[in-house]
T-cell receptor, first 113, second 110 residues
Framework: GESVGLHLPTLSVQEGDNSIINCAYS??????FIWYKQESGKGPQFIID?????DKRQGQRVTVLLNKTVKHLSLQIAATQPGDSAVYFC????????????FGKGTKLSVIP | DTAVSQTPKYLVTQMGNDKSIKCEQN?????MYWYKQDSKKFLKIMFS???????INETVPNRFSPKSPDKAHLNLHINSLELGDSAVYFC?????????FGSGTQLSVL
C-alpha cells in the first residue's frame, strides 16, 4: 500500500546549527502535508503544513519544502535549540475529500548543547 | 484550557480485563479519531468519527469499540485485553485536515 517514510530515524545536531529532517512519500494523490513534533510524554503537536500547490512555506525558525517531482518533503529548523529535541513526523493527506492523515515513521532529533 | 483531553494518562491492567479510555475536545470540531502508537513510535489510525458517525474503521480487532455520545466525545472501550494491546493511544480531533492530539494514554497489559 501507499506509505510515508523517512530517510533518517535519528539525527543529532549541535545547538545553534540548522537541522534538516527528510521525508519521502509515495502517494502522488496527496495534496496536503503536515509536520508534527512529539516531545516525550506528550501528543504530537502541529508545527507547519503545506499544500501541494506550494513548494515552500516558512514559519518561525521552521521551513517546509515540498518537491512533488521526487515526492519528497523536508523540515528545516534554523538555529536548533535544546527545546527542539523531539520526534518529528511528517504526515500526508491523500486528498479526495479525505481527512485521514497517514504518518511517517518519525525521526528523533537530539540537540547537543 | 486543554483542547483535547483524554483520561486516564496511564492504565495498567491484567490480560483479559475490559477497560475504557475517555476523550473530550472543546474545539468544536466535528471529526474525532483514535490513533495507536507502538513502541517504535509509529502512529496508526484506528477509528474516525464525524459528527457521531463512524467514518473510518481500520483493521482493528472487534474487541475495540469506539463510542461517541456526542460530537465532543469519543471514548474507546477495549474488551479482553491482550499483551499486544500495550501501546500509547491518542485521541485527536481535526479541522480542515489538521489534527489536534490529546496527551495520550499509556496502556500496559500485564
Amino acid at each position: 500500500g501507499e506509505s510515508v517514510g523517512l530517510h533518517l530515524p535519528t539525527l543529532s545536531v549541535q545547538e545553534g546549527d540548522n537541522s534538516i529532517i527528510n521525508c519521502a512519500y509515495s502517494n502522488s494523490a496527496s495534496d496536503y502535508f503536515i509536520w508534527y513534533k512529539q516531545e516525550s510524554g506528550k501528543g504530537p503537536q502541529f508545527i507547519i503544513d503545506i499544500r501541494s500547490n506550494m513548494d515552500k512555506r516558512q514559519g518561525q525558525r521552521v521551513t517546509v519544502l515540498l518537491n512533488k517531482t521526487v515526492k519528497h518533503l523536508s523540515l528545516q529548523i534554523a538555529a536548533t535549540q535544546p527545546g527542539d529535541s523531539a520526534v518529528y513526523f511528517c504526515a500526508e493527506n491523500s486528498g479526495a475529500g479525505s481527512y485521514q492523515l497517514t504518518f511517517g515513521k518519525g525521526t528523533k532529533l537530539s540537540v547537543i548543547p | 484550557d486543554t483542547a483535547v483531553s483524554q483520561t486516564p494518562k496511564y492504565l495498567v491492567t491484567q490480560m483479559g480485563n475490559d477497560k475504557s479510555i475517555k476523550c473530550e475536545q472543546n474545539l468544536g470540531h466535528d471529526t474525532m479519531y483514535w490513533y495507536k502508537q507502538d513502541s517504535k513510535k509509529f502512529l496508526k489510525i484506528m477509528f474516525s468519527y464525524n459528527n457521531k458517525e463512524l467514518i473510518i474503521n481500520e483493521t482493528v480487532p472487534n474487541r475495540f469499540s469506539p463510542k461517541s455520545p456526542d460530537k465532543a466525545h469519543l471514548n474507546l472501550h477495549i474488551n479482553s485485553l491482550e499483551l499486544g494491546d500495550s501501546a500509547v493511544y491518542f485521541c485527536a480531533s481535526s479541522y480542515r485536515g489538521k489534527l489536534f492530539f490529546g496527551s495520550g494514554t499509556q496502556l500496559s497489559v500485564l
